[in-house]
């Protein structure tokens, strides 16, 4: 490559990184802060999403994600996908997801998560859909999922390969 050639290979990459999506917002509520709110874009006429989360706990006593509510949703849900003797499985977490002192709990692809169902229209890569969580200390928490690309493993990541990943991109409600 002549420097030219790779100096503007440069430009390019880095007008790339500098148009990935800013670092999602902290959310405060109480002892819990929250951050990395996503999702991902919906495909040919999904009609769920999943919603992911970081929330760490800053405080002495344990609290709760309970589940949540959107418009864009008939429901939202919280999950936790695990694999069991290789087959994929979802389930409702009844009782909620427990966020103790000290702790960070991450909602991520392939583990815990939002499950938005009955979405009211597509996800569209850049919206920013508004959702309200529910804890049972720290009560209600409005934030925004910030949309990436169809498949996208991480908030500002580019799709990766997910072949091996359990996803929810192939399941039909
Ligand atoms: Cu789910």
Redesign the pocket.
């Known amino acids: 490559m002549t420097s030219i050639a790779r100096r503007l290979a440069c430009t390019a990459l880095l007008a790339y990184l500098s148009t990935a999506p800013a670092r999602a917002e902290e959310v405060k509520a109480g002892d819990l802060v929250i951050t990395q709110a996503w999702s991902r874009a919906t495909p040919g006429g999904a009609k769920i999403a999943?919603g992911y989360l970081t929330i760490e706990n800053k405080g002495t006593t344990p609290d709760r994600l309970i589940g949540g509510s959107g418009d864009v949703a008939a429901k939202v849900?919280v999950?936790e996908?695990s694999v069991k003797d290789g087959v994929m499985t979802?389930r409702a977490l009844d009782k909620g997801l427990a966020i103790e002192p000290g702790k960070t709990v991450k909602l991520a692809p392939g583990g815990y998560?939002l499950?938005l169902m009955d979405l009211k229209n597509p996800l569209k890569q850049g919206d920013k859909v508004p959702v309200t969580l529910e804890f049972e200390k720290a009560g209600k928490v409005k934030l925004s999922l910030d949309v990436q690309a169809v498949g996208a493993q991480a908030p500002g990541g580019a799709a990766m390969d997910m072949k091996n990943m359990p996803d929810?991109s192939g399941m039909k409600k």
Do not use: A, F, N, R
């Open positions: 999943g849900e999950h996908m979802m998560h499950m929810h």
